[in-house]
């Protein structure tokens, strides 16, 4: 049994389909503050098996240890967090408790039920503007703001866990840019208000729930002037934590079982880039215009994915038209995401 906090959202949900198949039995854990129930009943229905639901937050220490009582899981993934970065510079004080306390709180219930394996939802923001590219693990870690700063340090308290405690089994991952959909079109990202990420934004305006998409910036040093990411399908991504799962379980106390690993293609894409791809997905036009550069953006932020490729045997599959049309399959039948109007 796998405990997955946060299961209700967009990776979270992702990832349940990928654990189901594969055989695993699930329990979510989740408190529902930025996703539906709605996308476990799809997750059931795509699978055709049922899982565990605990409605709980994570910084409720006694309601943590009796999830992992109850469900007696044997590992835990753990995305439950918040991720909006311009929130988190507007009020980091939730960020911190919400992260930092959240997960804080998890681990101890991990160690009051002596359960030691662990994967968490790391991000590439936690690396900050990059000095040099691609991003390996050992780059230097400079977040710019209270979201990638609470990854940071709840990446170090997890490595000081497991220096007082080799018996635990951590993978860190540090996620590039997650996008797309399940193929089913049932499950996908839904986004509450205005979508601040690219893909999102995107797949609005060719559902016409946006007007046009603002391109921050086209004086960036990138081959057309726009901001260049690592965009990396969320099957691909989920299915990443499955070799997680399995590495981690023949680590053993002789080898380092504390591995921060990250989880991206290698492969750089503009802004430009993603309109086109996401054009010929949709046979929509996408209107932008071009817009002054979001504060805290940085040029180029690319994987070197390297590390995952060897030490958990895992690669991304899918490029950038796949996800742009499995988005776009999720987004034109859900218009209005999980809630029907
Ligand atoms: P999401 O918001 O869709 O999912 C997070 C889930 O956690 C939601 O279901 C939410 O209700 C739940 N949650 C939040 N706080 C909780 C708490 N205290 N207790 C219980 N449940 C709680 O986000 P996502 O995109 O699926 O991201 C999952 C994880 O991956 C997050 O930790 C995020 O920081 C990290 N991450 C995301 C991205 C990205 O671009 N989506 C990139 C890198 C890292
Ligand atoms: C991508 C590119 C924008 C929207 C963020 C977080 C990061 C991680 C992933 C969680 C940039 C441009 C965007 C728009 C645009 N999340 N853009 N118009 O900023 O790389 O990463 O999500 O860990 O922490 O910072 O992703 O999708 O917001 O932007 O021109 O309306 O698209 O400037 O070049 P980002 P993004």
Known sequence: MILVTGGAGYIGSHTCVELLNAGFDVTVFDNFCNSSPEALIRVEQITRKKLTLITGDCRDRGAMIKALKESQASAVIHFAGLKAVGESVENPTIYYDNNVVGTLRLIEAMQECQLKTLVFSSSATVYGDPVKLPLTEDHPL???????????????????????????????????????????????????????NLMPF?????????????????????????????????VDLALGHLKALEALKIASEKRNSCLTINLGTGQGYSVLDVVRAYEKASKKNIPYRI???????????????????????????????????????????????????
């Open 291 to 341: 817009a002054p550069r979001r504060p805290g953006d940085i040029a180029s932020c690319y994987a070197d994915p390297k590390r995952a490729h060897d030490v958990l045997g895992w690669q991304a599959k899918l490029g950038l038209d796949e996800m742009c049309a499995n988005s776009w399959h999720w987004q034109s039948n859900n218009p209005t995401g999980y809630q029907q109007n």
């Open 202 to 234: 995107v797949a609005q305006v060719a559902v016409g729930r946006q007007e046009s998409l603002s391109v921050w910036g086209s004086d960036y040093p990138t081959p057309d002037g726009t901001g260049v990411r690592d965009y990396i399908h969320v």
């Open 142 to 196: 400079a977040p710019t703001n209270p979201y990638g700063r609470s990854k940071k340090m709840i990446e170090e308290m997890l490595c000081d866990l497991y220096q007082s405690d080799h018996s635990f089994k951590i993978a860190i991952l540090r996620y590039f840019n997650p996008v797309g959909a399940h193929d089913s079109g049932l499950i996908g990202e839904d986004p509450r208000g205005i979508p601040n």
